[in-house]
């Protein structure tokens, strides 16, 4: 990263922010800073609050408390309020909004009315272009697919340059082939036009592979706002362990910095020598790994075909659950008895009550 980025103030800041609808508390003091060009998916239960931050950057909604700063600019807050049109926002939503009586050229062009003819008509030529939807200027809505009414409501939010591009669940109405494509697509515009961009999804895979950071909601609270990286391998709480992919928790106990459970020997703990604390561990099905044994107590009750995996379910002699992905070309049929285990070189993730914990807490 070049030291202008490092240097340059953030695109987007939220201090503070809440939000309730009567008893409802849908934003609860949200503090998030977004890098300019950087791409944040917001992810969590439905109603969690994700559009709500959406609308308030928007300037849609009004924050009861706090402070919302757009490319450097209070736009809602005790110092200031900027009403949506003011605010260098764009906006893509799941149903495209497009207007239906406009042309594609005339629905890109409608947030340009500041500008010259010519200005104008150079954007919108620019924009379209950009989405690859240049040819298709004089068509009407009606007249394209999904996909491409999708790109046009891209180039219709990024004519204006936006500083921010606020997406809610802009691809969910696609079909799923269709999906990647687009999405893809998208997040090469945003890289492209360097657009900090805040992408609000319910689908855990797209939060993982198109966030640069990730930010969990629940009930109106960050969770975690981290890397894909972290919140899948290191989740602050136990929440985003179970929100965010797979998880299993088993009862375990770190007793000189080796980490023991109902299947044994799970990791060492580099930094847990001298103590002995009760914890939960954490399993991803795709780190426990499984063995035909028919001395373990433990048996496999469920097998789904996945085709490239196959998703085992395994009832632990103490009645838990565990589950494991195996390769296609591993089966073990239901009724198999077998040991499960870790493999080598993995460091699962701890939890004492819902957070995770990285040391020993003090005795
Ligand atoms: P999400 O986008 O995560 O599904 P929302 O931000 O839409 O969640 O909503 C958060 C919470 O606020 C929900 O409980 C929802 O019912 C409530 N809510 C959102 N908008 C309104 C509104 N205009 N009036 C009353 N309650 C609302």
Known sequence: MGTELVDAPPALVLESVSKS????????SLGLRAAPGELLTLIGPSGCGKSTVLRLVA??????????EIGGQVVAGARGWQPPERRRAGLVFQDHALFP????HDNVGFGLDRLSRRDRSARIGEV???VRMGSLASRFPHELSGGEQQRVALARA???RPVVMLLDEPFSSLDENLRAQVRADTVAVLRETGTTALLVTHDQTEALSTGDRVVVIRDGAIEQADTPQRVFESPATRFVASFMGEADFLPANVHDALLTCEIGVVSTVPGWADCDVDVDVVLRPHEVALAADPASSARVVAVEYHGAFVLHTVSLGSGRTLRSWQPHSVRHPVGTTVSASVAAGITPTLLVGDLAVTSPPPR
């Open 158 to 160: 990024l004519a204006p």
């Open 128 to 130: 379209l272009d950009l």
């Open 101 to 104: 009586h406009l042309s594609v």
């Open 59 to 68: 300037g849609l909604e009004r924050p009861d408390a706090g402070t919302i």
């Open 21 to 28: 609808y009567g008893d409802v508390v849908a934003a609860s």
